[in-house]
């Protein structure tokens, strides 16, 4: 349909991501941290074609975030919108920044600065992260509004605020908190995690969620799963339960690190009836 506006990810998880936005005829990726043969074969496996997609956006430089664009780039000639800052950092152990790759083509991006691709109006915003200069967005198409964030250590008052009135949220629900301090990582690794500039734990999604949900918000995407310090049923558990205290109920999906998932369609009131 003309007025399709939908988000799905290829991959979530500390070991890559990425995801599908499309609006109208406007087809982007968000994030590209999975190699580029990935992106294609899973964009594919649900029957979407790289050749509609016409540039990517960047939320940071980590290399599970980034990995991927220098080859996307020269193999479809993509730009990529993104921070300077985060083109100019490099993207991890032996990973060059963004901005040494031949054929990688940049479009500047600042946080509280909207800017048009296509369709798509998309409006970034900083987050609290160990990164250079870590932006998530709310996406627009005509009426509607998806909010994406799936790195930040703490939810601020600016993350509350560009939530409110979604139609869509992707959030960050990266861990448990008694599984992270009972589990095998270093402590140094723990206190990163648990901090100002780490990943939000399943409790703090939730409390997140609790605070901007309304009855116009028609779906939750848990994003950004530790393999190693939480599990699916968990968050999704937890989130349910989170919703049915505020007397809600949009629909919650998990999403994957292995396989893509659902395409999470958001509608208007009137394409809902």
Sequence with gaps: ????????????????????????????????????????????????????ICGMILTHEHSDHANGIPVLSRRFGWKTWAAQAAVDRGRGLRKPPLSGENGVTITPIEAGEPFVIGELTIRPFSVSHDAADPVMFVLEYQSLKIGFATD????????????????????ESNHDEDMLMNGPYRPEDKRRIKSRLGHLSNTQAQELVQQVVHPGLQYVALAHLSQTNNNRTLAYEGMCTALNECGYAPQVLVARQDRPGCEIIIKTKEQAT
């Design 1 to 52: 349909m003309d007025n399709h506006f939908s988000i799905r990810s290829l991959a979530s998880g500390s070991r890559g991501n990425c995801w599908i936005l499309k609006a109208g005829s406007t087809q982007i990726l968000i994030d590209a941290g999975i190699s580029s043969k990935q992106v294609v074969e899973r964009m594919e496996s649900v029957g979407e074609s790289p050749e509609a």
């Design 152 to 171: 930040l250590g703490i939810v601020t008052r600016l993350v509350r605020q560009r939530f409110g009135g979604l139609d869509a949220l992707v959030i």
